[in-house]
């Protein structure tokens, strides 16, 4: 049954890497899988639960019968709910914070971003554009700042051929920034629950990198464009009954929310509480301002057309389901046992968390980033105790494997436009073929993952 388990995750993570070809979601195949393989655990729960939770179950039982009904009453209260916990804090900050950026969006606190961009000027656009799409993923979650930035592209740029240039800038840009901080890509939010890093550490350590595999592809990239661009004509955007508020009121909101977003790290480590209640907190205040500022609107009934808030909502919806059945399903592999397993025999055999991180960034060019990267930390526990071998320190809080894995399997998803959602959203919403993308951007994008893995190795060996 094990095999089998397996088995259903390996297929599940072959389809999602091939979700342009079958044309089916990969966040069906990811909840999918997470689900079959809890329910083929229970059905064979005893075998595996008194070969890797046998004294727990024991103690559980008190004197009691080991009947079929009690162990999968334990494998429910004990096993299969501590995993939902961890898919829960993930969604729930998923939620808060994509329902901030809904708020902010309709009340067009965004659209002076528009103005700013608009220049004739190619690779001025360029870096502009890639640089806000940075800043932004960082604070944000790099998918919804990819859809956000490629709806902005397409009211600036009319011609395809350039707009699709810039859109894998942009892809890159909110990779690259996303994988900078705890709270701007789901890998690192996972990581800093779980306690392996904290907030400042991290983007500490992976600042000079991210920088690095942004500015490289994006150099190369506007080697490909003319000296000027055709830019398309300025239209405000219309939002009816949605908002009134004037400049001041827009910039107060966006106070609240990106600065909110800020604070969760602090709110964190004061509280010790999960960041998503922190999340919470933050659009609960930005939901009663709103409430204040829009209070005239409150009462009209007539509902307005609003794309882009439903794109974003439609994207962060299949975000949270697939994180949901990834997170699922690795947690169903690693109760089999079968993970540990792998993970001393990987030690055994390569013993190099460099290494790893290669063959993790290598592995996300095709497979989704997400689900690599949680294969990936799934095969080592946070380390507490300050351990003798040198190797095992990588495991240990703010070791260097957390943040190797998370920066590789962000950044090695830029490689192949099937690599990251930001990717497969950007080819679905400019119509990109995967040929194209991988004669023009895979190049570049593959040196600069490379060069920011470079320059995190030199700065450990310096740290040292």
């Known amino acids: 049954m094990t095999l089998v388990i397996v088995a259903t995750l390996l297929l599940s993570y072959l389809l999602i890497a091939t979700e342009s070809i079958t044309k089916i979601n990969k966040a069906a195949i990811a909840v999918f899988a997470g689900t079959v393989g809890w329910v083929l655990y229970i059905c064979w729960g005893t075998n595996f639960v008194m070969s890797e939770h046998g004294v727990a179950y024991i103690d559980w039982l008190d004197g009691a019968n080991p009947t079929s009904i009690a162990v999968k009453q334990y494998i429910a209260e004990d096993i299969f709910l501590k995993h939902i916990g961890r898919v829960a804090e993930i969604v729930m900050f998923l939620l808060a914070t994509m329902t901030i950026v809904e708020i902010l969006n309709n009340n067009g606190c965004f659209d002076p971003l528009a103005s700013w961009l608009r220049t004739r000027n190619s690779r001025k656009l360029l870096w502009t554009l890639s640089f806000s799409t940075f800043v932004i993923s960082a604070n944000l979650d790099n998918v919804t700042t990819t859809v956000m930035m490629l709806v902005l592209l397409h009211n600036l740029v ?37 306690g392996a890093v904290t907030a400042s550490r991290f983007s500490g350590t992976l600042l000079l990198p991210c920088l690095i595999a942004w500015m490289v592809p994006t150099w190369w990239l506007g080697r490909m464009l003319p000296e000027r661009v055709t830019v398309a004509e300025m239209i405000e955007p219309y939002r009816g009954d949605d908002t ?38 933050v659009l609960s205040v930005l939901w009663v301002v709103n409430e204040i500022f829009n209070r005239k609107l409150m009462d009209v009934d007539k509902m307005v057309q609003r794309r882009i808030p439903r794109v974003l909502q439609y994207g962060v919806i299949q975000m949270m389901l697939f994180v949901t059945g990834i997170m699922l399903a690795i947690g169903v592999v ?36 997400f689900a690599t990267a949680m294969s990936f930390v799934s095969f080592h526990d946070l380390l507490t105790d300050n351990p003798s071998d040198p190797f095992l320190t990588a495991f240990t809080q703010n070791g260097h494997f957390w943040s190797i894995i998370a920066y590789s399997a962000a950044l090695g998803g830029s490689i192949m436009s099937i690599g990251s959602m930001s990717g497969i959203a ?39």
């Open 244 to 281: 009134n508020l004037n400049a001041w009121q827009r910039v107060v909101m966006l106070f609240v929310g990106i600065g909110g977003l800020w604070f969760i790290p602090t709110f964190h480590s004061i509280t010790r509480l999960s960041p998503f209640l922190g999340a919470l907190c």
């Open 426 to 464: 950007f080819m679905k919403m400019e119509r990109v073929k995967a040929g194209w993308y991988l004669k023009n951007v895979s190049g570049a994008a593959l040196a600069g993952w490379l060069l920011g893995l470079l320059a995190m190795y030199l700065v450990s060996l310096y740290a040292v």
């Open 334 to 369: 690693k109760e089999t046992g079968v993970i540990e397993r792998l993970a001393v025999i990987l030690d055994s055999t390569f013993h190099n968390v460099w290494l790893a991180g290669i063959v993790c960034g290598l592995v996300s060019s095709f497979f989704d980033n």
């Open 158 to 194: 009319d011609s395809h051929r350039q707009r699709i240039v810039y859109g894998s800038a942009i892809v890159i840009a909110a990779n690259a920034g996303g994988a900078m901080t705890v709270i701007g890509e789901p890998t690192g939010l996972i990581l800093w629950n779980m």
